[in-house]
């Protein structure tokens, strides 16, 4: 985190002298900053005398813009009254505060062309330090190096995967969040979203961005990273094409380091979402590596095809947590979505018409609604793979997504122009932050459609409202802003002796239901819906971290270093 500095305003109107202390917290913006033609705002905690606000060139100590303030606004979901501050007009690349006099300046922030250039590659880190089964050297990880743990490599099978005797040798992948189990489910849904970034934008990483062990070997780095996952899902795949649900211990380990963690791991239970999410994931991967590893990317295709088959001789196979067992459920009562997204996919890696036959569009719905994550949210990732291949998609098929999500983009902007910090959603559950990100994703696939300038605005509000301009004033990504998270949900974070937490994840967000104070979390006492978050590392259910998460943070950082100028 950087050190702050506050500047106090001279006789001169034009120029201003350094004083020493703090940034006040009282203007909330995008930490990180903007792009040259993108619609800027800030917000500003309402006090009387505030009807103005400048522009700092922070490298020149000159006022280079003053600016009125809007009329006051009373935002409920934040519990605030505030006045916004538009800067759209400042286009010119450099570092900038803004200075409301009598409350401060607000936290440094550029403005330029890639200017989340290196959040976006953090984004992705974030998920090399979250890899299990072997040791994170100093030489990648920093100071955030630690022991190999969970080598994974004899299994035991808890008696709900349907087996009693025997192991499986299931190394690698994901740490799935705070804890340090894997899940299928939420393994295939990110990739899911990480590949699609990917296909869209090919090479949006090189090799050695990353400073991963595989840098240097003449592949993305960012391939290289999600490979790393995709080959721990193939291991949890049975002889007969299902998927087993989980690696899990029986309960979730104390707050200590990776390899301080010893419990006995278990496969755990088998069932039909599963196997769906990973067949999507799986065809998905066929493409995505076809080119530059024809073998494995074969592989993938053929484990597709034999998860979709078993998922068609046992459609309604639902996952429940065994007694014995409270890990994460990440369980699911409708399958609808994982089969459209299984579908989809496969349709498009292998041109059969029998799964395009299989596709239900009367069952899908367009409308976002917050909170649906992994239970959900497949279905949009099926359609925009189809929106994106449009030259094997029947064009009848084509119109009705292309016309779906474009409605739902629409409205997506609409509630945005109208909420408490321009951003999509005004139900905020466990997580939200990712729901932010995944409705800005449905926006950023309109833009792709269709160049129209409201659906680029709505996706770059999203990601201000991520980075810094929210009721909390804090950009929700570790090690990234000047008011960040500390106290993540994260074991390692916890347990390392380290005063920062693991670069590189996002915390959850704001969550209203507040479940977490039976665990030791303390929240204000009817927090506004905004500001239903601490950064406290027992409050799991608001500053926890994800891979759900992460995934589609990368893919509208990634979007918008392509799209934005």
Sequence with gaps: MSSAVWFLAVSCMDFITPFANMYTPDIRLNQIGYYPAAVKKATVLQGEGKEEFKIVDKDKMEVIHTGNLSQPKDWELAGETVRVADFSTIKDEGTYMILVEGLGYS??????????????????????????????????????????????????????????????????????????????????????????????????????????????????????????????????????????????AKKFEPMVMPHEATSQRYIVGKGTAATLDFAACAAQAYRIFREMDAEYAGKCLEAAKRAYAWALNNPGIKFVNPDDISTGQYGDTNFDDEWFWADAELFIATEDSSYLDHLRMESIDFTFKPGESWTRYMRFLGMFSLLENREVVPPDLYRRLRNGILESADALVGKANNLDYFQPIDDFHWGSNSDVLNAAMIMAQAYRLEKKEDYLVGVQQAMDYVLGHNAMGVGYLTGFGDKTPMFIHHRQSAADG????????????????????????????????????????????SNEICLNWNAPLTYVLGFLEQESK
Excluded: C
């Design 498 to 541: 380290i005063a920062e937490p693991v670069p590189g994840l996002l915390s959850g967000g704001p969550n209203s239901r507040l479940q977490d104070v039976v665990g030791g979390a303390v929240y204000p006492e009817n927090p506004a819906p905004m500001k239903s978050w601490v950064d406290q590392e027992p409050s799991y259910a």
């Design 107 to 248: 936290y440094p922030f550029e403005i330029r062309h890639n200017v989340l250039d290196s959040t976006f590659l953090g984004s992705v880190k974030g998920l090399y330090y979250q890899r299990v089964g072997i040791p994170l050297q100093e030489e990648h990880a920093g100071q955030w190096q630690r022991p190999m743990a969970h080598p994974d490599d004899s299994v035991l099978f808890h008696p709900s995967s349907g087996k009693t005797k025997g192991f499986l040798s299931s190394p690698g992948g994901w740490y799935d969040a705070g804890d340090y189990n894997k899940y299928v489910v939420n393994g295939s849904f990110p990739l899911g979203q990480l590949f699609l970034l990917e296909e869209q934008y090919p090479g949006i990483i090189k090799d050695k961005e990353l400073g991963i062990p595989e840098s240097g070997n003449g592949i993305s780095d960012y391939l290289d990273e999600l490979r790393y996952e995709m080959d721990w899902l193939l291991t949890m795949q049975d002889a007969d094409g299902g998927l087993f649900h989980k690696l899990t």
